[in-house]
């Protein structure tokens, strides 16, 4: 009798644990996430242009009713006069409008600026008063072509 309670404590286990992998369909992302749709990407970019754009997503995990504010920053190199030498952000904060998931912003890169291998780190951060609102990072992997 006590194998038999065994096993069904197992699979009552093992059905918990698919039931909570299955309702999480929203690749394990906190439910008042908003952020960057992923932390790490790579982008290959032509050297002998003078200038590419890269579209960049952010996302919310729950429609709100209201507007979400961004701010956006990047950790790139900078010159002596606060110029980043090889990454522009397109625009310094970004609104998911009311009723939306995303929207999409883009970062200009300039490739005869940038050193093989170079990361650019792009950070969201939440505008609003929400202690749980938390910033997200996003790493991006320059590689030339």
């Known amino acids: 009798m006590e194998k038999f309670y065994q096993k069904v404590v197992m699979a009552l286990a093992i059905l918990s644990l698919l039931g909570a992998c299955k309702s999480n369909n929203k690749n394990n992302y906190p439910t008042d996430y908003v952020g960057f749709e992923r932390a790490q990407q ?40 606060g110029e980043s030498v090889f990454v522009k952000l397109t625009e310094e904060q970004v609104i998911i409008k009311a009723g939306k998931k995303s929207v999409t912003t883009q970062i ?6 940038i050193i093989k291998g170079t990361f650019v780190h792009l950070i969201c951060t939440p505008q609003w008063k929400d202690k749980n609102a938390q910033p997200s990072k996003l790493s991006i992997r320059l590689m030339p072509k």
């Open 108 to 113: 200009k890169l300039y490739p005869k600026h």
């Open 42 to 81: 790579e982008y290959t970019y032509n050297k002998a242009m003078q200038e590419e754009t890269l579209d960049i997503k952010v996302i919310a995990i729950e429609k709100s009713k209201e507007d979400r504010i961004v701010k956006l920053s990047s950790s790139a190199t900078k010159t002596p006069g």
